[in-house]
């Protein structure tokens, strides 16, 4: 099992930005690709980007320009890196960690756009 801490969290005016981070501990040698999901309220959970052990990225549409996953493997810390936010950028996110024996969530933290 691969326990998950995230942070970062916040509000913030559109066009502005935020960085949220997730730590991870335990079983640390299976995770493969780390990543971020977001759920909006009244909406399904969507893919927002990962990152493979070896850097390849992968990003939704809607964030593509706008945001940046990266990740410290000495810290075993993936970070979002959320640019030029817009209210609909708004959602609790969830960091992902992908193993050989399944995916591991995060409790999620609160990202709101406004003004």
């Known amino acids: 099992q691969v326990q998950l801490v995230e942070s970062g969290g916040g509000l913030v005016q559109p066009g502005g930005s935020l960085r949220l981070s997730c730590a991870a501990s335990?079983?640390?040698?299976?995770?493969?690709?780390m990543g971020w999901y977001r759920q909006a309220p009244g909406k399904q959970r969507e893919f927002v980007a990962s990152?493979?052990?070896?850097?390849?990225?992968t990003y939704a549409e809607s964030v593509k320009g706008r945001f940046t996953i990266s990740r410290d493997n000495a810290k075993n810390t993936v970070y979002l890196q959320n640019t030029s936010l817009r209210p609909e950028d708004t959602a609790v996110y969830y960091c992902?960690?992908?193993?050989?024996?399944?995916?591991?969530w995060g409790q999620g933290t609160q990202v709101t756009v406004s003004s």
């Open positions: 992902a960690v992908w193993t050989f024996n399944g995916v591991n």
């Open positions: 335990g079983s640390i040698s299976t995770i493969y690709a």
């Open positions: 990152i493979t052990t070896g850097g390849t990225t």
